[in-house]
């Protein structure tokens, strides 16, 4: 297994700490006038998304950790639980909804997502950036209102509520930043 040395930091690393896998967000190295130098940190917990801030000596050594983010394809959901499939190798993996983060709501059947694990252990899933999704409800944009940033409310074909421009309507297929669930562009 990989060893790595808090001297040698770079953002993006991931390694197991006090048996947590972390991710360095951002570090620094610093050189006291007086004393030994040490290396100023701001990790992220990959499981749990808490970020925390800790300083180490430069010769401090740690495991490696290595994320995995495989792609897989959502196929259905059972109740709580989700089923996604590999595509090569054709088998099917379910994962309960507490893997699912809220920006999930978007994803449609057939979608392919990122599935990351640590050590085999699922811990989140990552739809894609943007997806093309159809406005199956919307009440209907009133004419002659050209006031700048009039939004509505939309519900799209997954369930999804987001707000949309008012010349939106039922039927039309819009694109969706998923990271922050907002509507982008018509599709």
Not at 45 to 71: H, L, M, Q, S, W
Not at 80 to 93: A, C, G, K, R
Not at 117 to 137: A, H, I, M, Q, R
């Amino acid at each position: 297994m990989e060893v790595v040395i808090a001297g040698d930091f770079k953002n993006g690393v991931t390694f197991e700490m006090d048996g947590k896998v972390v991710q360095v967000l951002e570090f620094q190295h610093v050189k006291p006038g007086k004393g030994a130098a040490f290396v100023r940190t701001k990790l992220k917990d990959v499981i749990n998304g808490a970020v925390i801030e800790k300083t180490f000596n430069p010769t401090d050594k740690f495991e490696g950790a290595y994320i995995e983010r495989r792609e897989m394809e959502y196929l259905y959901n059972d109740g709580d639980l989700y089923y996604f499939m590999d595509p090569e190798t054709y088998e099917q993996t379910p994962l309960n909804s507490d893997k699912l983060g809220d920006n999930f709501k978007f994803v449609k059947e057939n979608t392919t997502c990122k599935i990351v694990s640590y050590k085999g252990n699922v811990f989140s899933v990552e739809p894609p950036v943007f997806v093309t999704l159809e406005v199956t409800d919307t009440e209907p944009g009133v004419r002659g209102d050209t006031a700048t940033n009039v939004t509505k409310a939309a519900t799209l074909e997954t369930g999804a509520i987001v707000r949309v421009p008012i010349f939106i309507n039922t039927g039309d297929l819009i694109r969706i930043d998923t990271r922050v669930g907002e509507y982008l562009e018509r599709a």
